[in-house]
């Protein structure tokens, strides 16, 4: 076996399984701790994606700023549809099947808008780094991947600080195991959900950026990671951002490596035989509890 192929594979892989995490990150919030399954969220990051590409091609500011800048948008349009979501299901004391029915409708709605939008051409943007590498010795760092996943891993210590050392953080963390201890110390779990399900959605505006860096983009590419998504936030254990993390870069090296000796074609195969295996020796995730 090659070495330097090795190696390259899974810095490459390690890259990628960043990009995972930051893609996975809203579910593992909204799915982990909410126990809200919000299967719309690729078309957020989607919708992330075609923000930062209008803004990128009109004025040329880097994806990740346009991001970073659609923030506050993206945490108000996800409390706003959590509301409807709760006023519409939770409230009424619906079955989780309708809940599941409301947002494919709004991942088919948002899909059906950019198509009408943008069409179905692939989309991509301009920044100084796309196309470059940085060498290390024998290892290719592309940058197209390495920027990302810089930011992601930023975004995912920033999300663990808020998690576990604020009083929302933990009441975030809390409000799936215990909504009335919460209602006991004065807390809304209602508020709470809404500004857990906010930050969801925001981060799917880093993740929606990351993605059209590292690849062209269609209404319909987050399609293609929804099996991922679901598969890395039962592997690292619902609700555990660490967890998250670290099953977002097992599966995107195993998916490198897989790829660069095998062939792209047994990648998704050998993952998810993996995700069986976990769950099968450990149902409850790497460092689910």
């Known amino acids: ?50 923000i930062a590409y209008i803004v990128n091609t009109h004025y040329g500011i880097d994806p990740i700023v346009v991001s970073i800048l659609a923030l506050p948008v993206f945490y108000l349009l996800g409390a706003a549809i959590y509301q409807l979501f709760y006023v519409s299901f939770e409230k009424r004391g619906q079955d989780s099947l309708r809940g599941l029915a409301f947002f494919f409708g709004l991942l088919f709605v948002t899909e059906v808008i950019l198509v009408l939008v943008f069409g179905v051409d692939y989309r991509s943007v301009d920044a100084s780094y796309i196309g470059s590498s940085l060498r290390l010795g024998i290892v290719e760092l592309p940058l197209r991947l390495l920027v990302p996943a810089i930011v992601a891993v930023i975004m995912f210590v920033g ?96 998916e490198s490596v897989t790829a660069t000796f095998y062939g792209p074609s047994w990648a998704p195969a050998v993952s998810f035989g993996i995700l069986l295996l976990t769950l099968a020796v450990r149902p409850s995730g790497l460092l689910g509890r």
């Open 159 to 254: 999300l663990e600080i808020f998690l576990g050392r604020s009083f929302t953080g933990r009441a975030v963390m809390a409000v799936s195991q215990d909504p009335m201890a919460l209602r006991l110390m004065a807390v809304d779990p209602t508020r709470i959900k809404r500004i857990a399900f906010g930050i969801s959605i925001a981060t799917a505006s880093l993740a929606g950026a990351f993605l059209i860096i590292i690849q062209p983009v269609i209404p319909s590419v987050g399609r293609d990671y929804i099996g991922r998504i679901f598969a890395i936030c039962v592997l690292g254990g619902l609700g555990s951002m660490p967890g998250t993390m670290i099953a977002a870069l097992l599966l995107g090296v195993i």
């Open 1 to 50: 076996m090659d070495l330097t192929l090795l190696m390259n594979a899974v810095i490459a892989g390690l890259l990628l399984g960043a990009f995972y995490a930051a893609v996975t990150a809203g579910i593992s919030i909204s799915f982990g701790m909410l126990d809200v399954v919000n299967i719309a969220h690729p078309g957020f990051i989607i919708l992330g994606s075609y």
